[in-house]
């Protein structure tokens, strides 16, 4: 007798076999990744992660010890005072704000209008007349001024280190009210010589207190190297000795290239 074999069984067996072949990959694999676990059972992640929490808790105990160690070394006055000249306090005390605009009017055709706006060197011989009149701290649009803190500008805008800031410029100072105006508001002083011949807008008040935040910059030195008083004297010595021994020197030696220097317009040979 013959057997006939129809399509439909031939689909299903083909099948059958396909979904086998699978159940074994499956097998295999799940075999594979298994043994490649770097932990094996539940035991011993349930260790590894004791000790991962034992050594957190540990170095969040080195972290306060540290802290309360810094917290003691502050009640130094003298480390205290470092601390505050270089900007890493925030501070309050009296002094006086000054505010900076650009002139309000409208400008006649041929006035030159950057003449009219506030630039950065507006701010730069501000904030040094304020030091020469004993400032203690100073900030400009909510940033501190410290010794290492540049201003410039990137077309009108100006910056302060890399941080952009923009009329009106609110200048803060801390130290004797009286004296920081007076040094501002001088005849032939300040706001005479650079505000008036502009019409630049300032309004200058006296407060009682002010707060300056602390200096966000880096304070890191890559370069610089704290020496000893000797070594600096005998290093400054040592300069005067070989300036005194030669004659007054000049871009390229000589003064008559000195004065070349300048008729060609700066330019180097």
């Excluded at 130290?175 to 807008?201: C, H, S």
């Excluded at 000049?250 to 060609?264: A, K, T």
Aim: glycine fraction near 8%; hydrophobic fraction near 40%.
């Amino acid at each position: 007798m013959q057997i006939q074999i129809r399509s439909w069984q031939v689909g299903v067996g083909l099948a059958s076999m396909f979904l086998g072949m699978l159940l074994v990959f499956q097998l295999r694999t799940e075999t594979k990744i298994k043994q490649n676990l770097p932990t094996k059972n539940v035991n011993s992640l349930a260790a590894l992660i004791n000790k991962l929490e034992t050594d957190r808790t540990r170095l969040e105990d080195e972290v306060d010890r540290l802290r309360q160690y810094l917290h003691e070394y502050d009640k130094d006055d003298e480390v205290r005072s470092l601390r505050m000249a270089s900007g890493l306090y925030p501070l309050k005390g009296e002094g006086i704000e000054v505010i900076l605009t650009d002139a309000s009017r409208e400008l006649r055709a041929f006035e030159d209008p950057n003449l009219f706006i506030i630039h950065y060197d507006h701010l730069e011989l501000l904030i040094n007349e304020l030091w020469a009149a004993g400032a203690e701290a100073i900030s400009i649009n909510g940033e501190r001024i410290a010794t290492r803190t540049g201003l410039s500008c990137a077309g009108t805008t100006i910056l302060v280190d890399t941080k952009r800031i923009a009329p009106p410029y609110i200048i803060k100072a801390i130290g004797d009210q009286k004296t920081l105006k007076a040094a501002l508001t001088m005849p032939g002083g300040y706001v005479q010589t650079r505000i008036l011949p502009y019409e630049l807008g300032i309004f200058i008040e006296e407060k009682a207190e002010l707060y300056i935040p602390a200096f966000k910059g880096s304070l890191v030195f890559e370069h610089a190297t704290v020496v000893s008083e000797e070594e600096l004297e005998a290093a400054l010595s040592a300069e005067k000795k070989g300036i005194d021994g030669q004659r007054e020197v000049f871009p390229y030696g000589d003064l008559s290239d000195f004065q070349n220097f300048h008729e060609d317009g700066g330019e180097s040979r």
